[in-house]
């Protein structure tokens, strides 16, 4: 927006009335996953992974 604020639009007809206001039109579709739910699955694994060849 020209005010430096971000909006999501859901609605048609809120979009139609803040068109005027729109500075950038920014993409955020990615999914987001944060590194630390990536990094407790790595180490279950790996505890998996040792404890079936032997380990503890």
């Known amino acids: 927006m020209q005010n430096g ?3 999501r ?3 048609y007809d809120y979009a ?3 068109v005027d206001q729109v500075k950038e039109i920014v993409d955020l579709g990615e ?4 590194v630390g739910e990536f990094l ?3 180490i ?3 505890h998996q992974v040792g404890v079936m060849n032997g380990g503890t």
């Open 16 to 18: 139609l009335d803040v």
């Open 44 to 46: 279950h694994y790996n």
């Open 40 to 42: 407790e699955i790595i």
């Open 5 to 7: 604020k971000f909006v």
């Open 9 to 11: 639009l859901d609605d």
């Open 31 to 34: 999914l987001l996953i944060p």
